[in-house]
């Protein structure tokens, strides 16, 4: 897969916060067969979603493990600010305004962001060109009362 450009796909955070819709996406994401790295900008989020993941949900929890755990190369879900795809993930999550560097590998990019927050607004605005003029195919999901609506 890795002659096929990876989609760049950036969700419009509205009604709901991240805690509520990465949980959401990484399980589609793993049902799908497919491994994930989160990737943000900042340490404080990963230790968050670290705790977050295992307790988000009274009847679930999604297995996963920080970057710098041992033995995180086999967990299906990483949490990083790194670069590196250790898992050999599927899919990117990038949150925080994470950069995506080099996408090679990856069969699908998703770009968090905070609509009602102006500088993850005007990154994600930004990382959209750079996907779009980089070739990548790019959609646009927008949170609607009943869920996710693709946008462009």
């Not at 250790?86 to 990856?106: K, R, S, W």
Request: charged letters at 25%.
């Amino acid at each position: 897969m890795a002659d096929t450009p990876c989609e760049v796909w950036f969700y419009h955070l509205e009604r709901t916060g991240l805690d509520q819709a990465l949980p959401e996406l990484l399980e589609k994401t793993l049902q799908r067969g497919w491994k994930a790295i989160v990737r943000s900008s900042a340490s404080e989020r990963i230790e968050h979603l670290d705790g977050w993941l295992w307790s988000y949900r009274d009847d679930s929890f999604l297995p996963h493990a920080r970057a710098d755990e041992p033995g995180a190369s086999r967990q299906p879900v990483l949490l990083t600010t790194g670069a590196d795809n250790p898992n050999g993930a599927d899919a990117l999550f990038l949150v925080d305004g994470a950069e995506p560097g080099d996408l090679n590998g990856y069969q699908r990019c998703i770009v968090l962001f905070d609509g009602a927050d102006e500088a993850q607004l005007q990154n994600a605005r930004g990382q959209y060109r750079a996907a779009r003029s980089s070739g990548h195919p790019v959609s646009y999901w927008k949170q609607q009362a009943r869920g996710w609506e693709k946008q462009g």
